[in-house]
């Protein structure tokens, strides 16, 4: 396969020139991804699919996994200079011995002194860099359950465009077509259906980490009206998790339920 070259990037491109991804320009956006100066998935206007398929011609998913390991480094070496019992405290979470346990998405992981993770449930980086933030700046504020947009927490508005394109209109074709995605996500991560007045037709709450909730809400085509799903947090969430490593937790959400149907179609 020849060297992909950054004119065959930007065919991908809106080219609208929208300057969401700090550059003046599509064409400078592409040049910078090819230099490793910018990610894909800070054009808020790829799809999936084809960022996927850059990606893999691109070569670049080690960098990208070179890039996120090196942030993990950094928030363990944050970590090892934790006193643990005192952020199980302030986290409401529990401390045994030299190792803080909190529960993320219904399983447990267990954090020791040297910032090592222990859990059943498989380590990615997309839930590890949230978790390693939630434990070093997380305030411990309860949910005040009062629903709010991404977009309405603090720094939400800059990655709005960017979170609706990357999280909430993929996730919005999967349930389109797997309804019973929700089922899933009751019985495996703990959900819970909840009845609200906003008549929507399904509306689940779930928490990626304890104190940071997160609400799905789903409306089923009807005749001329398509169908809409929305994700909300809790007005509290600045409090216990920065935007960024929220944004990363939610793209990693939905890139999990996406694999998870692919492989439930393969078996069926």
């Not at 992909?4 to 991908?12: D, G």
């Not at 592409?30 to 998935?41: I, N, P, Q, S, Y």
């Not at 850059?54 to 944050?78: D, W």
Request: charged letters at 25%; aromatic letters at 8%; glycine letters at 8%.
């Amino acid at each position: 396969m020849h060297q992909m070259s950054h004119l065959e990037i930007y065919r991908f491109l809106q080219k609208s020139n929208c300057r969401q991804c700090e550059l003046p320009t599509c064409l400078a956006f592409a040049a910078a991804v090819m230099r490793g100066e910018k990610r894909l998935d800070a054009c808020p206007y790829l799809d999936s699919k084809d960022m996927e398929q850059l990606e893999g011609r691109l070569g670049n998913r080690s960098t990208s996994g070179e890039e996120r390991e090196k942030a993990i480094n950094q928030l363990r070496s944050q970590i090892r200079a934790l006193d643990l019992a005192e952020a199980a405290e302030r986290l409401g979470a529990s401390h045994t011995g030299n190792m803080l346990t909190v529960k993320c998405l219904n399983k447990d992981f267990h954090i020791d002194s040297q910032g090592n993770v222990r859990s059943d449930c498989h380590q990615t980086p997309w839930l590890i860099i949230p978790l390693f933030n939630y434990i070093i700046h997380g305030t411990g504020k309860r949910a005040s359950g009062r629903w709010v947009l991404f977009k309405e927490l603090d720094g939400g508005a800059d990655w709005g465009r960017l979170f609706g394109q990357r999280c909430e209109k993929p996730l919005k074709r999967l349930v389109d077509t797997h309804t019973d995605l929700f089922e899933f996500i009751i019985d495996v991560f703990g959900g819970k259906l909840m009845e609200e007045s906003s008549e929507c037709d399904i509306s689940v709450a779930i928490h990626p980490l304890p104190k940071v909730p997160l609400l799905i809400r789903y409306w089923k085509k009807e005749g001329d009206f398509d169908s809409a799903l929305t994700l909300l947090f809790d007005a509290t969430t600045g409090d216990n998790l920065g935007i960024e490593p929220l944004y990363t937790l939610c793209v990693g959400l939905v890139t999990m339920f996406e694999r998870i149907v692919l492989t439930h179609e393969r078996l069926s």
